[in-house]
């Protein structure tokens, strides 16, 4: 079974709307943590937001926040206000406390429409 | 910069031959991985490295792949015999040991092309 599964190949956003981003996870592990990354054409992966298994609150940075429905096993990422410069790959992935690799989903392309 | 450098950037091949790459992760970081990602996919696991000691491998690290950590700073990724398969951008990424559930930092990865 995929670790990371990320539903939306591709979604589109007007700009200055906000945006929801899929993402679902399968772990037996009670202690894990959960991040999403962007990936711009340019190819490095960026650090954006982090939730951990235990978090009772959903995190947010800046104009990312991390939507989690832990009995859904589910941490969608929400971007606020969206900018031009969002446009980019994201991945959701998971890193659980058994383990060391982090798992990544299969992305979703954000388009920032002007 | 005290990110994660990876060397080179972009390297062209011709099938048959071995390369290898090179990882400078960040220095106070302990945990070093290797990804491997294709066109329209998320990173795929190679390996993993605590300190010196390469801990886990992925089944996808046929035995054309090698890597090592000799001194527990950077890391080199080796591919023997390269195949058109291989093409492909290997990206490495270093972390903290504590908390577990620190984050990664990825270089910008090795673009690798196997003609």
């Known amino acids: 079974a995929q670790k990371i599964t990320q539903t939306q190949p591709g979604m589109f956003v007007q700009e200055k709307e906000a945006v929801t981003l899929d993402c679902t996870y399968d772990t037996s592990d009670p202690s894990y943590g959960l991040f999403w990354y962007k990936q711009p054409s340019s190819g490095e992966m960026i650090f954006l937001i982090y939730q951990g298994s235990y978090d009772q609150q959903n995190a947010t940075e800046g104009r990312y926040s991390l939507n989690f429905q832990k009995a859904r096993k589910s941490a969608n990422l929400v971007i606020s206000a969206s900018q031009l410069g969002d446009s980019a790959m994201y991945f959701c992935a998971m890193r659980e406390n058994t383990g060391n690799q982090f798992y990544f989903g299969t992305g979703t392309s954000l388009t920032v429409i002007p | 910069d005290t990110g994660v450098s990876q060397d080179p950037r972009h390297k062209i091949t011709k099938r048959g031959q071995n390369v290898t790459f090179r990882c400078d992760p960040i220095s106070e970081h302990n945990r070093l991985y290797w990804y491997r990602q294709t066109l329209g996919q998320g990173p795929e696991f190679l390996t993993y490295?605590?300190?010196?000691?390469?801990?886990?491998k992925s089944r996808l690290l046929s035995d054309r792949f090698s890597a090592e950590r000799p001194k527990g700073s950077f890391s080199t990724l080796e591919i023997q015999r390269t195949e058109q398969g291989d093409s492909a951008m290997y990206l490495c990424?270093?972390?903290?040991?504590?908390?577990?559930?620190?984050?990664?930092?990825f270089g910008q990865g090795t673009r690798l092309t196997v003609v």
């Open positions: 990424a270093s972390s903290r040991d504590r908390p577990f559930n620190t984050e990664a930092f």
């Open positions: 490295f605590q300190n010196e000691a390469q801990l886990e």
